[in-house]
């Protein structure tokens, strides 16, 4: 307790390191103190805890025992964030078995939905949820366990962290002027590879500054969009995506994979939204995007 309550006290290099000395465990509990402490004295801070559980409470009838889960998500987000970026900075290779475990099970998965066909295409799509920075050494560990010397990855916010993911190959959706052709650049990747990471269930809401083609969906039974562009990527190539997001409680990271969605079906964005309802559902409290009023409600069409 004594370490928690001095932490923010700390000059920036002895809180990292102290920062790195927490188990997964404390972080969770440091994660709840430091919210408290917060909303305190932070109207932003607290009322943007509230929103989070308030939102899951009537949209996704949260049960009262995720309240703080819910209000403290964003805080718990940050700190995982920062102690795995410290941790891959300072011991590159630290150990965490059971996120180990989880991408060895994702690798399974991916040899066993290309059957027969082990060139078949994969697009592994995490959800939005616990910590971005999380999922990068999951992925780097995917890529391990199937032998990759490089793994591709659509995201807008891994640039710059090449120290952490010197084998994972960002492709950006940020404004870098290369968005427009960045289809162009996931095709030769799969095709590399066989795989390449894409989070499929990116709120339109989060790309409102660009262009956008989206498609018309139902999610949590109410009329939404999601984005369009995997949907056109995966019928040229007879791509499988496989989605999947983590769980964090009680010091232990888990994994729930969901079904495969045959990208060249016809029905295949409803049931990728049917699958992003499932998690919503199912894990709210660790959305990252949790307390947004328009969720999948908002999208310019292009």
Known sequence: MSMWGNLGR??????????IRLSARSIERLATITWCVKSLCNARERWSGITR??????????????????????????????????????????????????????????VALRGDNPKRPVILSPFHYVSQCVY???????????????LSAVTGVFAGEEMVMPKLEPLYTRDDGQRNNLGLRVIPALRRDGVVVL???????????????????????????IHGGVFRIGAR???????????????????????????????????????????LKSNYAHWLMAGHPSMYGFASVK
Request: aromatic share 8%.
């Open 237 to 279: 190539m007879n791509t499988v995506l496989l989605p999947f997001y983590l769980r964090f409680a009680r010091g232990r990271f888990s994994a729930e994979m969901l079904e495969a969605v045959e990208l060249a079906s016809p029905d295949a964005p409803q049931q990728l939204a049917d699958r992003i309802s499932i998690a």
């Open 199 to 225: 989070f499929a269930d990116a709120a339109p809401y989060t790309m409102h500054r660009f262009l956008m083609e989206t498609v018309d969906v139902t999610v949590l039974g109410r009329p939404g969009r």
């Open 136 to 150: 990068v050494y999951v992925l780097d560990e995917v890529r391990k366990a199937l032998g990759l010397e490089t």
């Open 53 to 110: 559980y308030e939102t899951g409470r009537e949209l996704m009838l949260l049960d009262p025992a995720d309240k703080w889960r819910a209000m403290t998500g964003k805080t718990l987000e940050s700190l995982l964030d920062r102690r795995f970026y410290c941790g891959r900075v300072a011991r590159p290779d630290e150990a965490w078995p059971d996120l180990r475990e989880v991408a060895q099970a994702l690798a399974r998965q991916i």
């Open 10 to 19: 700390l000059p920036g290099v002895a809180r990292r390191a102290c920062l």
